[in-house]
């Protein structure tokens, strides 16, 4: 299984990012996806995450100003980040939970890629 994850960079306070990843899965096969992120020094938190029903959770500190849509095809997860801030800043790893049979799960990652808020 792989997750291709795109995006991220450097932008100033208050500008936008997309992050994407897609996973080499069927959309019937994927529980759920999203993203954590890792600043410096701190533990991996979640950021947002949408089942295979379309659900979205967000983490208090992110909501309404992340959005994490997916495309039709189901195996795609967009991380879209508006109005950034510095302690937004961090690496975001994209992650997909795939049913594995009799109730379990197995999780994936993705790559980090880098996100730097800064002026």
């Known amino acids: 299984v792989q997750l291709q994850a795109s995006g991220g960079g450097l932008v100033q306070p208050g500008g936008s990012l997309r992050l994407s990843c897609s996973v080499s899965?069927?959309?019937?096969?994927?529980?759920?996806m999203g993203w954590y992120r890792q600043a410096p020094g701190k533990q991996r938190e979640l950021v947002a995450v949408?089942?295979?029903?379309?659900?979205?959770n967000y983490a208090d500190a992110v909501k309404g100003r992340f959005t994490i849509p997916r495309d039709n095809a189901g195996n795609t997860v967009v991380l879209q980040m508006n109005s950034l801030k510095p302690e937004d800043t961090a690496v975001y790893y994209c992650?997909?939970?795939?049913?594995?049979?009799?109730?379990?799960?197995?999780?994936?990652w993705g790559q980090g890629t880098l996100v730097t808020v800064s002026a």
């Open positions: 992650y997909a939970r795939l049913r594995a049979g009799g109730g379990f799960f197995d999780r994936y």
């Open positions: 949408i089942s295979s029903g379309g659900t979205a």
């Open positions: 899965r069927n959309i019937s096969d994927i529980n759920d």
